[in-house]
């Protein structure tokens, strides 16, 4: 018997209906009324089949010949009109969002949805593969879905019949089934998840790896494909072997008008594609922005680190830096020095010695591990009476991180002073910070205020807006290049945004309303940080860091020397916020030949906002990128 649950939605009146939800593995059947939205399916369809990570999947329905996806927000009758009890009868329940790397992913059930997914895209030939790949990945669906390789069972002929190998090759094609027969034969001993693992690995080689397309034409009639996916926008023509990639970064403009969606790309014309109907074409654009969204960042779900049970060969690939760097401290000849020789004779630090300290910290973790908890985590004679007035709690995001009364940013403000921010300048740094939490709702206003304020230039952004489906920041500023965000005394205007790897750049121009004075700022956004975690490797974070010094050396205001500050968030604003002000500092200590104390740094900090640093692995974390640092630089 399929598994039943009722989803009346919000207003639980009118007309319900039993569909069915078909899924990777199975089906389930649901009641839903035409208020019924997109997520809500999504969520107890999630709740059905206990999948952790609803926000990687969506809800699709055929109409006019093609599938289309349900937004969150839309509901079942805004979709498919008033008779929609007639039209809906099943819906698909499918992967819709690819991100870059598949293989952080952990649970098994979402690693076997990604897998089947593609690897149905594999089979079906809508992905291009050449020989080689094809022949490697046709090897993993035999072992993740048959087993080891046995020479009784698995000769030509089984290969032959069984559903593994790209519809663009021949099944006749006697030298690709040797191979295939020779590289299944190599897998022998890997485990089902470990084999959809590796085929996630290596399908994310293909190109247009989960895109959706639609069929659409050009002004000369011509038909081929359109879709998007996470590296942009893709034109694929069915007869030929190539693709077009538009990517997010180089589109400036995309809008749908009628019949036709239009894009205009950096550079170039722009490009119309006429859609089957004016429906279509709205819901292809509507499509398009929520894949834009997932690359930005707006994605409700964190990536997860990879769990060991994956097997040696995934878990050599994902060694983790704590390891490499004890692989390395083993290696070491030379005695590593106490703290006592970190300072050379003259009184210059040493590099090296610096660098082997380090290192010997690493080898006994524990010792860092008590150290990191042998730092008080709030000042003692620490008050936080503002932070904790009846007026100014709704606008904290948590109860327990709040500002210190003698360390809080000042607004000059109508609507008062507060904002959970602190200064957090320290006698042994040149540079000042503020370190604050992710804007609320509540206090966008606020936020820009204090930019204005503090004559803030950079901004240094640590955080996705949605991680999980818990709201870790809100937006704060306007969507696309040109347009505005109003307060009641500032104008914010996005004068350019560049979507990189591991960040995105934006730039603001902001302006008093009454005075018209006006203040440039850059925005950095860090799009690959866990909430309590640590970046992917200590190498995305320096590349990140080294562009925010960059970029604050470069729009220092003349007038000001040192005194702008550098403004960092995350969502609390002591996590992660505390892990880049700790590397900033300690990095440019490193970089000036001073004296570098790790947990002298923190503690001084922690006088000035509390938490500073909230996990023992980012702590460690710290350790590892201060070596990468040092490996980086000359040590002299």
Not at 47 to 74: C, H, Q, T
Not at 385 to 411: G, M, Q, S, W
Not at 485 to 495: A, F
């Amino acid at each position: 018997m399929m598994p039943q649950r009722s989803v009346r939605g919000p207003a639980d009146r009118g007309p319900s209906s039993r569909v069915t939800v078909t899924t990777y593995r199975n089906k389930c059947e649901i009641m839903v009324t035409g208020d019924t939205k997109g997520l809500e399916i999504i969520s107890d369809v999630c709740d059905i089949f206990k999948l952790p990570e609803p926000a990687y999947f969506g809800v699709r329905l055929k109409r006019d010949g093609s599938n289309f996806w349900m937004e969150n927000e839309e509901t079942i009758r805004q979709v498919c009109g008033k008779k929609w009890i007639e039209v809906v009868k099943v819906l698909d329940f499918k992967i819709r969002f690819f991100p870059p790397d598949l293989t952080r992913i952990s649970d098994d059930n979402i690693i076997y949805s990604y897998f089947t997914h593609i690897r149905d895209d594999v089979i079906k030939g809508n992905l291009m593969t050449d020989p080689t790949t094809a022949v490697s990945l046709s090897a993993l669906i035999l072992q993740a879905d048959g087993g080891n390789y046995d020479p009784m069972v698995h000769d030509a002929d089984f290969i032959r019949q069984a559903d593994c190998i790209p519809s663009r090759y021949s099944k006749n094609n006697s030298t690709m089934i040797d191979n295939i027969v020779m590289e299944y034969e190599k897998l022998s001993g890997m485990r089902s998840v470990e084999s959809q693992v590796e085929f996630l690995d290596r399908s994310q080689g293909l190109h247009d790896c989960g895109v959706d397309y639609y069929p659409t034409k050009d002004k000369s009639g011509s038909t081929f494909n359109i879709g998007a996916g996470h590296n942009g926008v893709f034109i694929k023509h069915n007869k030929l072997d190539n693709l077009i990639l538009f990517k997010w970064v180089n589109i400036v403009t995309m809008k749908h008008d009628g019949k036709f969606l239009w894009l205009e790309i950096e550079n170039k014309k722009p490009s119309t594609f006429e859609m089957l109907s004016k429906e279509i074409a709205r819901m292809v654009f509507t499509s398009f922005i929520a894949q834009h969204n997932f690359k930005l960042g707006r994605r409700l779900s964190p990536f997860k680190t990879l769990v060991p049970q994956y097997g040696e060969k995934r878990s050599i690939r994902s060694k983790s830096s704590r390891e490499e760097v004890d692989s390395r401290a083993s290696s070491i000849s030379a005695t590593p020095p106490s703290k006592r020789t970190l300072l050379t004779a003259n009184g210059s630090p040493s590099k090296t010695d610096l660098r082997n300290h380090l290192l010997k910290m690493l080898t006994q973790p524990e010792e860092i591990r008590m150290e990191y908890l042998g730092i008080d985590k709030t000042k003692p004679d620490g008050t936080h009476i503002v932070a904790n007035l009846p007026e100014n709690k709704p606008t904290n995001r948590f109860r327990d991180i709040i500002p210190y009364d003698d360390t809080r940013v000042h607004l000059h403000s109508k609507r008062g002073d507060y904002i959970n921010a602190s200064h957090v300048n320290i006698d042994n740094s040149k540079h000042k910070y503020i370190l604050s939490q992710g804007p609320k709702d509540n206090t966008v206003s606020d936020f820009w205020k204090m930019v204005w304020d503090q004559g803030i230039s950079v901004i240094a952004m640590v955080t996705q807006l949605r991680e999980g489906y818990k709201a870790k920041c809100s937006q704060y500023w306007p969507d696309e290049v040109g347009e505005e965000l109003e307060t009641e005394e500032l104008k914010v205007t996005m004068k350019f945004v560049r979507d990189d790897v591991l960040y995105v750049t934006r730039s603001f121009l902001v302006m008093d309303k009454e005075t018209e004075q006006s203040l440039d700022v850059i925005h950095l956004q860090f799009t690959s940080w866990p909430d309590h975690g640590v970046p992917k490797t200590p190498k995305d974070l320096l590349d990140y860091l080294s562009e925010v010094q960059s970029l604050t050396k470069e729009m220092k205001k003349p007038n000001m020397g040192e005194d702008c500050p550098i403004l960092i968030h995350c969502s609390a604003g002591v996590g992660r916020s505390g892990v880049l002000l700790m590397m900033d500092i300690l990095t440019r200590a490193v970089d000036n030949n001073e004296h570098v104390d790790i947990p002298g740094t923190l503690r001084k900090l922690r006088t000035k906002r509390s938490h500073i640093v909230q996990t023992e692995e980012q702590y460690l974390f710290i350790y590892t990128a201060l070596i990468a640092h040092l490996d980086q630089s000359r040590l002299i």
